[in-house]
């Protein structure tokens, strides 16, 4: 089992930005990668940016959601995962998630663990 924890989410204007953090604990060995998503009420998940961990040895890959706005960065020696976000503004308000999976994170379905979520509010 994993266990993720996310944080730093909250209220900022747009054009701000935040930095959210993605906490892990037990068997994240078993992972093959890390991924952030959002949802808003009534949509679907959707992915942002995703980390390979052992073979793809901490490659990044972003959607086009946010791609050019967010950074995703996975710090071994703690094993967190982050992501800053730039810019934003009021249609990036959702929950956001923190996830893993032994397999892949390019989207929500069969994703193994995920996080309870961090909500982003950005005003206008």
């Known amino acids: 089992q994993v266990q993720l924890v996310e944080s730093g989410g909250g209220s900022v204007q747009a054009g701000g930005s935040l930095t959210l953090s993605c906490t892990t604990s037990g068997a994240i060995r078993s992972v093959n990668c890390m991924g952030w998503f959002r949802q808003t009420p009534g949509k679907q998940r959707e992915a942002l940016a995703r980390?390979?961990?052992?073979?793809?040895?901490?490659?990044?890959y972003y959607s086009e959601t946010m791609k050019g706005r967010i950074t995703v960065s996975l710090d071994n020696a703690n094993a967190s995962l982050s992501l800053q976000m730039n810019n934003l503004n009021p249609e990036d308000t959702a929950m956001y998630y923190c996830?893993?999976?032994?397999?892949?994170?390019?989207?929500?379905?069969?994703?193994?663990?995920w996080g309870q979520g961090t909500q982003v509010t950005v005003s206008s």
């Open positions: 980390v390979s961990i052992g073979v793809g040895n901490g490659r990044t």
């Open positions: 996830a893993a999976d032994r397999l892949r994170c390019d989207r929500p379905d069969g994703i193994d663990y």
